[in-house]
């Protein structure tokens, strides 16, 4: 039995519908490269809608593609451009020759965020080698913040402080970079390894099937737990429920509240913003950032051009993410912020929503540890974005391990295979 305090299922995934449009609270940003968002995860059917490769990136009143993983002939055109450029600072660069072939270096833009085709050129080939890399490397690194760990990665200093902050701050929903530098990596490696996208239909279409993979009559929503033990479950508006095992699903703070003791961390507060407007602005499917910081937006898209279902027909409808506790007049910041953005005027564009969450998303501070138990007792679970990583991956994955550790407890003599559909937790 899974009982749900909301009247839907959903939690932070909740979408809101206001005219037409389906708005979600969530940030949005997750990625194809989630391997509990992969087919064989049990979320058969969820359509994940991507956003074009890369993101885009605004720096002096002009958009430069960003973070575009090449193809196997653009990789080798990458490493041999890299082969005869000079290292960071050892003198003037030029357009590369490359004995048989003339390869196209582009001249780069005085303040263009990724500078030169070489300093792109290095970054494509850290890209690679980042996606190639296995997640345990990554996570034997030394952790330091992020903020302290990005010089140390042999970019230029202009790609660091034109791309990698601002997308790693989108990535992470932290705008100073005080994330564990194992969690940035994780982050930027499942930026280079997959394509960022939304679920087609709102963030909810992802809970909504996993309730749906559940045999009728298990979820009961409009029931708050109020106290919880190995063999019982006390709700505010249904009394007691006796059961076998329990397994709280909650955010931390809720969790904490049923388990005196448990670890509370820090959060990361978002405000999202939504705008409809009637004309389309030329960004396409693009998730746009801004490279000179220069206003509160982190992070903004047409999200009708990824996901048409978002926008009744003739509309659009722009969602933008604003890290950070709110600021008074928020709408007016971030409307002046998005027409330096788009480079259009915002002021007839209606604002449809500003939801702002206090506690989005667990800070994960060094040092931070990736696989907090989920198993507190035998017949005593819990699990979250706060027992993994603060992402819809982590909460998944924290699923996973719970749901494996109930099974194992429970004698069940079966093991989690990862086309099962995710297990029904026996809550009561
Ligand atoms: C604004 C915002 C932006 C975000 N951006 C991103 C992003 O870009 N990428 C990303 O991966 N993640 C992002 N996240 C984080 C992501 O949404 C969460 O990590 C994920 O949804 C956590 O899922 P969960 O199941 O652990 O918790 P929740 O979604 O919080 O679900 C917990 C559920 O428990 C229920 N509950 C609580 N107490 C009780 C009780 N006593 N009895 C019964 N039920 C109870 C709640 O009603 C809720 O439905 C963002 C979140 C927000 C809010």
């Excluded at 991507?50 to 973070?67: C, I, K, Q, T």
């Excluded at 990665?153 to 790609?159: E, I, K, N, Y």
Aim: net charge positive; with cysteine; glycine share 10%.
């Amino acid at each position: 039995m899974v009982l749900e305090a909301a009247h839907e299922v959903g939690g932070r995934m909740a979408t809101e519908k206001v005219d037409g449009f389906r708005l979600d609270r969530i940030g949005r940003l997750l990625s194809t490269a989630y391997p509990e968002l992969r087919p064989a995860s049990g979320l058969d059917g969820l359509v994940l809608r991507p956003f074009a490769p890369g993101v885009l990136l605004h720096s002096d009143g002009r958009h430069h593609r960003a973070g575009v993983q090449p193809g196997a002939r653009g990789a080798l055109h990458a490493v041999r451009a890299l082969a005869s450029a000079p290292r960071p600072g050892g003198g003037p660069r030029r357009p590369v020759a490359v004995p048989g072939r003339q390869v196209s270096v582009p001249r780069s833009r005085t303040g263009a965020p990724l500078g030169t085709a070489v300093d792109q050129a290095r970054l494509g080939v850290a890209f690679g080698k980042l996606a190639g890399t296995p997640v345990e490397r990554l996570l034997a690194r030394p952790e330091t913040t992020a903020a302290e760990a990005l010089p140390a990665r042999g970019l230029p200093v202009r790609t660091i402080d034109g791309f990698l902050r601002p997308l790693l701050a989108a990535l992470l929903c932290d705008p100073d970079l005080t994330t564990s530098s194992r969690c940035a990596d994780l982050a930027l490696r499942a930026f280079a390894s997959g394509r960022l996208c939304v679920p087609e239909g709102g963030a909810e279409a992802l809970p909504r099937r996993l309730a749906r993979t559940l045999p009728p009559g298990t979820v009961h929503t409009g029931v708050r737990v109020t106290s919880v033990s190995t063999t019982s479950v006390t709700t505010a508006e249904h009394g007691e429920f006796r059961c076998g095992a329990v397994l709280i699903a909650t955010g931390a703070r809720a969790a904490a509240e049923l388990l005196p003791g448990l670890r509370v961390p820090d959060f990361h507060p978002v405000t999202v913003v939504h705008h409809s407007t009637d004309e389309t602005p030329g960004t396409g499917a693009s998730l746009l950032l801004d490279a000179e910081r220069g206003g509160p937006v982190a992070h903004t898209a047409v999200v009708s051009r990824v996901d048409p279902s978002r926008a009744p027909a003739g509309r659009t409808l722009v969602s933008s993410t604003v890290l950070g506790p709110p600021v008074p007049g928020i709408d007016t910041a971030v409307r002046m912020h998005l027409a330096r953005l788009y480079g259009v005027s915002t002021a007839r564009w209606e604002t449809l929503g500003v939801h702002h969450t206090a506690e989005a998303v667990p800070a994960m501070r060094p040092p931070h540890d990736l696989r907090r138990p989920v198993r507190l007792l035998a017949g005593l679970y819990v699990c979250g974005d706060h027992r993994d990583t603060g992402t819809v991956q982590g909460a998944l994955h924290s699923a996973h391990r719970a749901a494996a550790a109930i099974l194992t407890d429970l004698g069940t003599n079966r093991s989690l295979h990862a086309a099962d559909p995710v297990p029904t937790a026996r809550a009561a």
